[in-house]
């Protein structure tokens, strides 16, 4: 069982940065691929950025590359959005998720989700 906190949103101006961070318990954290996704509103949610359990295997949406990095420290049980170059399309809540298998692009098959934290992006 892994439970998952997110921090860090906020609200920003076009061209800023933003750091989100998801803090996870359990003891296992260092077995599980974790990813983030985002939900605008009216929208489904949608793949950003997943890590595997090593740091290994990173993809990322086509939409945030160049821009996002995703990154893990599983010393302290926690994984990082790091959000440059924002643009007022980023806007979205956004969401942690831990799944034991490997990496994946599809919500579905995450098993433990985060409460969300809310991104705006301003122009």
């Known amino acids: 069982q892994v439970q998952l906190v997110e921090s860090g949103g906020g609200l920003v101006q076009a061209g800023d940065s933003l750091r989100l961070s998801c803090a996870a318990s359990?003891?296992?954290?260092?077995?599980?691929?974790m990813g983030w996704f985002r939900q605008a509103p009216g929208k489904e949610r949608e793949f950003v950025a997943t890590?595997?359990?090593?740091?290994?295997?990173?993809y990322y949406a086509d939409s945030v590359k160049g821009r996002f990095t995703i990154s893990r420290d599983n010393a302290k049980n926690t994984v990082a959005l790091q959000m440059n170059s924002l643009k007022p399309e980023d806007t979205a809540v956004y969401y942690c998720a831990a799944r034991r298998q490997g990496v994946t692009n599809t919500a579905s098959e995450y098993s433990y989700w985060g409460q969300g934290t809310q991104v705006t992006v301003s122009s």
């Open positions: 359990g003891r296992t954290f260092s077995s599980y691929s």
């Open positions: 890590i595997s359990w090593r740091g290994f295997t990173i």
